[in-house]
T-cell receptor, first 115, second 112 residues
């Protein structure tokens, strides 16, 4: 595809349920990032993947959050036992390489609402 | 102290004026600096990046970097109502990679 795609675009769930968010990066991009943006706030880094290297999970807020990237392409962010404070827009970005000069391109985001 | 700081605004300027957006960062080792524009309900899109001290111009946009003072700014000349958005400053804090730390964003309103 032409850009980063994410699904679903919107997700409403009940507190305590698990959710899975999907990201398809730009073809050929080896680096993939997940961010969270709460209402009116800046972007909070969650996790990134670079090729086959172990992911940097330093931004994950709790052990309820996990992510995987299969085959170096599609990534899934899983939130277990969701809480109301997990409500936010979850943004995925990809870049060609993991270097400081590489631009990150963002997907449209998944808007998660935990009731 | 946050690693990347921006005034949340809103910054209101009349159409045709110059809008000046500022960002300060705490890590002196930071090497790469990005400005993203985010329209309400949309995802961020890259406006400009800058790596070297001084000015970098692209159309109506100019990024200014002063590493000694640890600030980066974005000037928008001839501001248009369509420039109304939140502008996010992002800094590459981890110089071994491409992890970006974002500021909270400045909301710009350009009034006709």
């Amino acid at each position: 595809g032409a850009g980063v795609s994410q699904s679903p675009s919107n997700k409403v769930t009940e507190k305590g349920k698990d959710v899975e968010l999907r990201c398809d990066p730009i073809s050929g991009h080896t680096a993939l990032y997940w961010y969270r943006q709460s209402l009116g706030q800046g972007l909070e880094f969650l996790i990134y993947f670079q090729g086959n290297s172990a992911p940097d999970k330093s931004g994950l807020p709790s052990d309820r959050f996990s992510a995987e990237r299969t085959g170096g392409s599609v990534s899934t962010l899983t939130i277990q036992r969701t809480q109301q404070e997990d409500s936010a827009v979850y943004l995925c970005a990809s870049s060609l390489r993991r270097t400081p000069q590489e631009t990150q391109y963002f997907g449209p985001g998944t808007r998660l609402l935990v009731l | 102290q946050k690693e990347v700081e921006q005034n949340s605004g809103p910054l209101s300027v009349p159409e045709g004026a110059i809008a000046s957006l500022n960002c300060t960062y705490s890590d002196r080792g930071s090497q790469s600096f990005f400005w993203y524009r985010q329209y309400s309900g949309k995802s961020p899109e890259l406006i400009m990046f800058i790596y070297s001290n001084g000015d970098k111009e692209d159309g109506r946009f100019t990024a200014q970097l002063n590493k000694a003072s640890q600030y980066v700014s974005l000037l928008i000349r001839d501001s248009q109502p369509s420039d109304s958005a939140t502008y996010l400053c992002a800094v590459n804090i981890d110089n071994a990679g491409n992890m970006l730390t974002f500021g909270g964003g400045t909301r710009l309103m350009v009034k006709p």
